[in-house]
């Protein structure tokens, strides 16, 4: 399996900050890297695919880049409705595991 | 609307059978790829396998390989996920979510942008 490695694990922003996520790979996955929201209670939300194309309805604070083996995810200027916890995962190969996930906090 | 909607909460023994659902509507259910995913109080995301309900090819993870079957039933439009034996380490949140064709490659799916809502499985004697 690819592992993905995420760092931070967790993190404290305010709104208005810059936050930037990252997430490695074992291997190349090429740029089949795709960044998702969590909240508590809810669904996992899609919100960057193959690395760097947003999703349709995403706000456009949410920037994707990388590819390879480095990823990046960037939340420009940090919302109240962005606190969450932020996956990536690989779809490159089977089984398409996710890092072990950022949770971003209220500082 | 396009939507997944998962069948409810469920609590059983050690030991017992269990089957879970995820009924697609407003879409073309048997050319969407439908995966599963796990999620254990407290932990990230685990992807546990796929089906692609036209033909009912599937594939697990390897952790996952032999512990759960995953199936669907194309003329109800619902994909299953059942267990033979539960354990108490199968308690968790599972979530389906299914991708457009033309974002797969062989079970390899990269938007999955519609997911249910969750089905909560707690196992305890």
């Known amino acids: 399996d690819i592992q993905l490695t995420q760092s931070p694990s967790s993190l404290s922003a305010s709104v208005g900050d810059r936050v930037t996520i990252i997430c490695r790979a074992s291997?190349?996955?090429?740029?089949?890297l795709s960044w998702y929201q969590h909240k508590p209670g809810k669904a996992p939300k899609l919100l960057i695919f193959?690395?760097?194309s947003l999703q349709s309805g995403v706000p456009s604070r949410f920037t994707g880049s990388g590819s390879g083996t480095d990823f990046t995810l960037t939340i420009s200027s940090l919302q109240p409705e962005d606190f969450a916890t932020y996956y990536c995962?690989?779809?490159?190969?089977?089984?398409?595991?996710f890092g072990q996930g950022t949770k971003v906090e209220i500082k | 609307e396009v939507q997944l909607v998962q069948s409810g909460a469920e609590v059983k023994k050690p030991g017992e059978s269990l089957k879970i659902s995820c009924k697609g509507s407003?879409?073309?259910?048997?050319?969407?790829?439908i995966g599963w995913v796990r999620q254990m109080p407290g932990k990230g995301l685990e992807w546990m396998g796929i089906?692609?309900?036209?033909?009912?090819?599937?594939r697990y993870s390897p952790s996952f390989q032999g512990q759960v079957t995953i199936s669907a039933d194309k003329s109800i439009t619902t994909a299953y996920l059942q267990w033979s034996s539960l354990k108490a380490s199968d308690t968790a949140m599972y979530y389906c979510?299914?991708?457009?064709?033309?974002?797969?490659?062989?079970?390899?799916?990269?938007?999955?942008?519609?997911w249910g809502q969750g089905t909560m499985v707690t196992v305890s004697s």
């Open positions: 979510a299914a991708a457009k064709p033309r974002y797969c490659s062989d079970g390899n799916c990269y938007v999955f942008d519609i």
């Open positions: 407003g879409y073309n259910f048997p050319s969407y790829w």
């Open positions: 089906i692609y309900p036209g033909d009912s090819d599937t």
């Open positions: 291997q190349s996955v090429n740029n089949y």
């Open positions: 193959v690395a760097s």
């Open positions: 995962q690989q779809s490159y190969s089977i089984p398409g595991t």
